[in-house]
């Protein structure tokens, strides 16, 4: 089967970003042992990742550079802030918040956003927040293989039928 608008896809790939001086990071890896599923056309993934592999079949594999526009976008220094400790009060952290925490908030055009806390200054009763992606402004370097394409509803290697989702119907990562 080729991969189209609704099928289920499973991938292998390699995550990777270079420094400045032109030293590779390996950021994440998906293997075929723990390998990505998404349905395509649903904006579960990137759409340079969608571009390359629609129409191709299981086996495929390729190599592709994402610009920080076309991945998780450029930083963006206004969605990093300091908020006062008290701030957090209401939440399920009260006031023990911790770097790598996240909440839910309006970004700075009303819209909703996740934070991470970044740095907690407890001293001057503060914590920094992040808004943006953790790859926001990075480029990214992508080598992926095809591992399976399937209609939605066919069972899967594993049994499921599509990817896993949580109790709000996101899709879950395996």
């Known amino acids: 089967m080729r991969v189209e608008e609704g099928c289920v896809v499973t991938l292998s790939y390699?995550?990777?970003?270079?420094?400045?001086s032109g030293?590779?990071?390996?950021?994440?890896?998906r293997t075929p042992e723990y390998p990505f599923e998404f349905v395509f056309g649903q904006g579960q993934t990137l759409p340079a990742i969608e571009a390359v592999i629609?129409?191709?079949?299981?086996g495929f594999q390729a190599s592709i550079g994402v610009d920080p526009a076309q991945a998780y976008g450029e930083?963006?220094?206004e969605l990093v802030a300091e908020v006062q400790l008290e701030q957090f009060?209401?939440?399920s952290a009260g006031t023990?918040?911790?770097?790598g925490m996240q909440f839910s908030t309006r970004g700075p055009e009303g819209e909703e956003i996740t934070v991470r806390v970044?740095?907690?200054?407890?001293?001057?009763?503060?914590?920094v927040v992040d808004g943006n992606h953790p790859l926001a402004g990075l480029a990214l370097d992508i080598d992926l293989q095809i591992l399976d394409v399937r209609a939605?509803?066919?069972?899967?290697?594993?049994?499921?039928?599509?990817?896993?989702?949580?109790?709000?119907?996101?899709?879950v990562l395996h």
Request: aromatic share 2%; no cysteine; glycine share 12%.
């Open 118 to 127: 970044i740095e907690v200054r407890p001293e001057d009763g503060v914590a």
């Open 23 to 29: 030293e590779v990071a390996l950021l994440e890896e």
């Open 152 to 171: 939605a509803g066919d069972a899967g290697p594993d049994g499921s039928e599509g990817p896993a989702e949580d109790e709000d119907g996101n899709p």
């Open 75 to 77: 930083f963006d220094n």
């Open 54 to 58: 629609l129409g191709k079949t299981p």
């Open 96 to 99: 023990d918040v911790q770097v």
């Open 14 to 20: 390699k995550l990777m970003t270079r420094s400045s």
């Open 89 to 91: 009060a209401n939440t």
